[in-house]
């Protein structure tokens, strides 16, 4: 585990304790090598409240079980609101290409995955990664932070009907204005130039609805932007690997297949 900000962290707030061994919890990333030229930058969910660690170790140990590279995230959630969640996201793009040679990654195949809020984190960084939310505040931030492949699971992406109440109100607010929440619906955001998209849901999540997944693919199909999307029947929100449910789990095989299909591994 390393720090995330190697100095100065924007947006930074000492009245924002949130302690780890008895310390304030700074951004982390965590690496989980394995002997590849590519790698995953996770964000677990958890409402940007909390991060769940089923969606970020969990996850690590699976990519490392064929034979990729991950990083896991330990971004900021509330009280923190934007933009220090995409800081965070931005800047873990970033250290990992800044630290390829060391880990043995190609710069051009970094993905990012997310699951529910970490998917709408993960999909942020897709569509707003030509924006500048920080001042540099070193050479890792000379690197670019577009991501090479995106992979949304169950991901939060609207913020008007199909919302997620508690994951809206941590980012930006219980009442945030109308620019606001089209900035953050990031199926307002897609462009040609947004990443190659895998993303799975399933039809049962009663929390984040299938619609978020659903509106972001005809997004990127509008762009012409490739992607691969699966909707399962069964299954309730924040499965994970879903090793419960043995028809949904079959997402994690489909993945390995899309990343092969695109060369990442």
Known sequence: MENLWSSEIPYWNEEF???QNNEPRKPTITAYQAQSDCAVVIFPGG?????AEHEGKGYAEWFNSIGVTAFVVDYRVAPYKHPAEISDAMRAVKYVRAMADKYGIDKNKIAVMGSSAGGHLAASVSVHYDKDFYQATD????????PDATILCYPVIDM?????????ANLIGPRPFAGEKDFMSLYKQVTPNTPQTFIWHTSEDEVVPCQNSLMYATALAEAHVPFEAHIY?????????ADEVPHTAQW???LKNWLKLIQFI
Do not use: K, M, T
């Open 139 to 146: 050479n890792i931030d000379r690197e670019s932070c577009r």
């Open 160 to 168: 008007y009907e199909y919302r997620h109440d508690g994951s809206r």
């Open 233 to 241: 029947p069964y299954g309730h929100h924040g499965l994970g690997l």
């Open 47 to 51: 409402g940007y409240s909390v991060r």
């Open 17 to 19: 304790i949130e302690e």
């Open 252 to 254: 994690s095989g489909a």
